[in-house]
């Protein structure tokens, strides 16, 4: 899909003025194709993988790093950004992943880093020489690498550090396919150009004029820093265990975070082999897609239309790469439990019910799917049902199965 991109920008480059809009519009009508299809892979991939947990923690991570489609260059791009620089990361290093998601051109479109020009870099100084005015440092991206990728809003960085950092990354812009534009295929490309001159001080720490490694020091200091540990530790224990997770569980991820140099598999292992992670008393409120995957996978599903994911998923107000911020989707019971949207999955569930047709005995795949956890109000329930669809409904729309 990243081809995809780069031929419109070769396309537009070489035709006259009068032409440009109908290729980019054309680009987009194409985009939103890939955007469904995308989805359509996505929702299979859940379906169908032998791996759930690896596939849960593609979608942990891909929340964590958000992009969205809502910015509409992004909508071609967002499937790729979440194979190239999600997935191959996830059983890696927390480093290799910052750096990947930092570089490709879905985030430098989103968080407009392709827009940033360091002001006395060689293209802003012509600028200033010519406009008479600067061309602009963008901090949006350096802001949420900051805020929400590393450390933390509470993570103990200044608006200074964001600047410096805002700095240090320009020169990363998107690939090109000119001959200077560097390796085939690269997600991104350093116009030195455009990058700021000068050493750069971010965290108390000083990072020498270096070209494109200034910015590859700095991520991965910032990878490494406590504060990252105590944040990316809190988000996985919060979205596997509970809303409000034990301190102590907490700690254990920070502890092997920082252990391990960030090596993400051996936080995995700590998380898994931790007594709060199996503890009955800890449960999480199922966000739209969890319940959603769960649904069809509990009732056999092997694969979705993509349109048909897609509706699913804007129904459930949950769509695929479309957060409302950088931020990600909400991952706390808050976020999801409102009146409303639970009626969202009531509806669903009456039509996936449907769709399962009355040969599904909604009591023997309670007891598949929800083994020692249905209770007893439940069970009752689904027995009275007046029809098999309406048994299936409401087990799918349980208290049980809403929480995993």
């Given at each position: 899909?990243?081809g995809?991109?780069?031929d419109?920008?070769?396309?537009?480059r070489?035709a006259?003025?009068?032409q440009?809009?109908g290729?980019?519009?054309?680009?987009?009508?194409?985009?939103?194709?890939?955007?469904l299809?995308?989805i359509?892979?996505?929702?299979?991939?859940?379906?169908q993988?032998q791996?759930?947990?690896v596939?849960?923690?593609?979608?942990f991570?891909a929340?964590?790093f958000?992009?969205?489609?809502?910015?509409?260059?992004v909508?071609?791009?967002?499937?790729?950004?979440e194979?190239?620089?999600i997935?191959p990361?996830v059983?890696?290093?927390f480093?290799?992943?910052?750096?990947?998601?930092?570089?490709h051109p879905?985030?430098?479109?989103?968080l407009?880093?392709?827009?940033?020009?360091?002001?006395?870099?060689?293209?802003?100084?012509?600028s200033?020489?010519r406009l008479?005015?600067?061309?602009?440092?963008?901090?949006?991206?350096?802001r949420e690498?900051?805020?929400?990728?590393?450390l933390?809003?509470?993570?103990?960085?200044?608006?200074?550090d964001?600047?410096?950092?805002?700095?240090?990354?320009?020169g990363w812009?998107?690939?090109?396919?000119?001959?200077d534009?560097g390796a085939?295929?690269?997600?991104?490309?350093?116009?030195?150009?455009?990058?700021e001159?000068g050493?750069?001080?971010?965290t108390?720490?000083?990072?020498?004029?270096?070209?494109?490694?200034?910015?590859?020091a700095?991520?991965?200091?910032?990878a490494?820093?406590?504060?990252?540990?105590?944040?990316?530790?809190?988000?996985?224990?919060?979205?596997?265990?509970?809303?409000?997770?034990?301190?102590d569980?907490?700690?254990?991820?920070?502890?092997?975070?920082?252990?391990s140099?960030?090596?993400?598999?051996?936080?995995?292992?700590?998380?898994?082999?931790?007594?709060?992670?199996?503890?009955?008393q800890?449960?999480k409120f199922?966000?739209?897609?969890?319940w959603?995957?769960?649904?069809?996978?509990a009732?056999?599903?092997?694969?979705?239309?993509?349109?048909?994911?897609?509706?699913?998923?804007?129904?459930?107000?949950?769509?695929v790469?479309?957060?409302g911020?950088?931020?990600?989707?909400?991952?706390t019971a808050?976020?999801?439990?409102?009146?409303?949207?639970?009626?969202r999955?009531?509806?669903a569930?009456?039509?996936?019910?449907?769709?399962?047709?009355?040969?599904?005995?909604?009591?023997?795949?309670?007891?598949?799917?929800?083994?020692?956890?249905?209770?007893?109000?439940t069970?009752?329930?689904?027995s009275l049902?007046?029809?098999?669809?309406?048994a299936?409904?409401?087990?799918l729309?349980?208290?049980?199965?809403l929480?995993?």
């Amino acid at each position: 899909m990243t081809g995809v991109w780069l031929d419109q920008q070769r396309a537009v480059r070489q035709a006259p003025e009068g032409q440009r809009a109908g290729i980019r519009e054309a680009y987009l009508r194409r985009s939103r194709g890939d955007y469904l299809a995308s989805i359509g892979a996505r929702v299979d991939s859940a379906l169908q993988t032998q791996t759930p947990f690896v596939e849960h923690l593609v979608h942990f991570w891909a929340n964590h790093f958000a992009v969205s489609v809502d910015k509409l260059l992004v909508i071609g791009l967002a499937g790729a950004f979440e194979a190239d620089a999600i997935r191959p990361h996830v059983t890696g290093r927390f480093e290799d992943m910052l750096v990947a998601v930092a570089k490709h051109p879905a985030m430098l479109l989103y968080l407009d880093q392709a827009q940033s020009i360091g002001p006395n870099s060689q293209v802003g100084s012509r600028s200033q020489a010519r406009l008479q005015r600067a061309r602009g440092l963008n901090e949006n991206l350096a802001r949420e690498i900051l805020e929400l990728h590393t450390l933390g809003v509470k993570g103990g960085y200044q608006q200074d550090d964001v600047t410096e950092l805002a700095r240090a990354l320009t020169g990363w812009t998107l690939p090109d396919d000119r001959p200077d534009a560097g390796a085939p295929g690269s997600s991104s490309r350093f116009v030195a150009a455009l990058h700021e001159p000068g050493a750069r001080r971010v965290t108390g720490r000083l990072y020498p004029e270096a070209g494109e490694e200034q910015a590859l020091a700095i991520l991965r200091d910032l990878a490494a820093a406590p504060a990252t540990a105590r944040h990316i530790a809190t988000k996985l224990a919060r979205h596997f265990v509970a809303d409000e997770p034990p301190p102590d569980l907490v700690q254990r991820l920070e502890d092997a975070f920082l252990r391990s140099g960030g090596h993400l598999p051996t936080v995995y292992r700590a998380l898994v082999t931790a007594d709060p992670a199996w503890d009955p008393q800890f449960t999480k409120f199922r966000t739209p897609w969890e319940w959603a995957i769960a649904s069809l996978r509990a009732l056999d599903t092997q694969a979705l239309a993509p349109t048909q994911a897609s509706s699913l998923m804007t129904q459930l107000g949950q769509p695929v790469w479309r957060p409302g911020s950088p931020a990600g989707f909400g991952d706390t019971a808050a976020s999801w439990a409102a009146p409303d949207a639970l009626l969202r999955r009531v509806e669903a569930s009456q039509r996936l019910a449907r769709q399962a047709g009355a040969n599904v005995d909604a009591r023997a795949l309670g007891a598949r799917i929800l083994p020692g956890a249905m209770g007893e109000a439940t069970d009752r329930s689904i027995s009275l049902a007046e029809s098999g669809e309406q048994a299936l409904t409401l087990l799918l729309v349980s208290p049980e199965f809403l929480r995993r």
